[in-house]
């Protein structure tokens, strides 16, 4: 593999697939976690450990918390507001307060809060004029330094919400609102199907940045904050990661040679980048 690809991996997701580094022993016990074990659908769509270190598993049939052992499943129930508002779950977040944010399929957010044991919803009603999602079905999250958080949905719509007041404001990009970051340098970045997006404050307005103003893919990025770098992936005819650097505006752009995709074949469908403690991405 050439030296573009010596210490990069790309994820191609189609379940649940885990590349370890070569510090791992050779043999290794797996322990698969599906309906048979309490799970409560098999397609999982997202997973975090929240603070007390429950890991949280959304499906396209309920929310699950598993404490290694058991899994307790939330689901909606009929008449209660103070359950899940859906049971199609597409994007789990945690933000800086412990409060896990639930993107849904079909009827907006749910907000848990593992304190108190409740969700509070966020409901998707059209016509309305209580209404501020810009989209029913959301796909994720964002806080960011002053506790702001930025949704984003299927169709291209991206809520500025503050959840001390209940307000917000809405933006419309072209397409999906695949990722969104808030980088050391202060710029909310948004990873669309029509390519990336920064915010500019000045002009209340998205605009693509100089280092990537193509109409690619974006689903995934990540900051390596000790070296002040963004990695994003690109999907088009295949897949290629760039690495923009924050300090000198610099970027750079890895990908397969023609050898290694004879050898490999073109990732052209990568969907997650995700950063070892290691180096290793």
Known sequence: MSRSYTKIVLFLIASFVLFWANAQPDHMALRYLRTEEGLSQNE?????????????????CGLNRYDGYEFLVFDQV???SGSLVNT?????????????????KSN????????????LNMPFNEPSAQNILPDKRVISFCEDSIGEMWIGAWNGGLLKYNPESGQGKTYHLSANINVIIKSSDGIVRVGTNDGLFDYDPASGSFKRPDFSPVS??????????????LWILHNSDKSTLMKFDLKNRSSQTFSLNPAEEKEFGKFNSATK???HNNGLL
């Open 44 to 60: 999982v769509t997202s997973i975090l450990q929240d603070n007390e270190g429950f890991m949280w598993f959304g499906t396209r």
């Open 78 to 80: 009929p008449g209660d």
């Open 88 to 104: 199609s779950i597409e994007r789990i977040y945690k933000d800086s307060k412990g409060i896990i944010w639930i993107g849904t």
């Open 108 to 119: 907006g957010i749910s907000r848990y809060n593992p304190v108190a044991g409740k969700f």
């Open 216 to 229: 690619d893919q974006i689903p995934s990025i990540i900051e390596d904050r000790d070296q002040q770098v």
């Open 273 to 275: 980048i995700m950063h």
